[in-house]
């Protein structure tokens, strides 16, 4: 298999300790999103859209354990289970609201990436698609946000 990176993500967080859990805990956190020239018309109607999903490499993750304790709980759960960054495959995915385009440069916030992140795809949020509200939490039910452990991924 073979992925060709499409650009990359800049953003405020160097380290691992800096970004946040999600994008949602820090909504305002600004970043952009700098897509190659060679795919900057791939872009064409993306101003449409209020939201973007990105499709990046966790290329800064540690080892990948299979079952292991999370941002959220002391209790290991399986990576499968979590959006824990240590995955086999090291793909991540975040959902940001789109600012504006200026050219081949997304402007975004509520991004919850380590600035110079590989970019792998872009694709556009759509409720109707990508929003289940019925959609049942699993072992988060009930957890509160917390800030990152010391020491955890």
Not at 77 to 94: D, E, I, K, Q, T
């Amino acid at each position: 298999m073979k992925i060709h990176p499409i650009g990359v993500i800049r953003s405020r967080f160097r380290t691992k300790e800096e970004a946040p859990i999600q994008g949602a805990f820090q909504p305002e956190a600004e970043g952009t999103v700098e897509v190659s020239p060679e795919f900057a018309p791939g872009l064409k109607d993306i101003e449409t859209f209020s939201h973007l999903i990105l499709i990046y490499r966790f290329d800064r993750a540690g080892e990948v354990i299979l079952s292991r304790p999370t941002f959220l709980d002391d209790e290991p759960h399986g990576v499968f289970a979590s959006r824990h960054p240590c995955r086999p495959n090291s793909l991540g995915l975040s959902v940001v609201t789109l600012l504006r385009r200026e050219g081949n440069i997304l402007h975004v916030s509520g991004i919850d990436v380590l600035d110079g992140t590989t970019l792998i795809d872009i694709k556009p949020y759509i409720p109707r698609y990508d929003s289940y509200p019925e959609a049942n939490v699993g072992w988060t039910a009930g957890k509160e946000d917390r800030p990152k452990p010391p020491g955890r991924e």
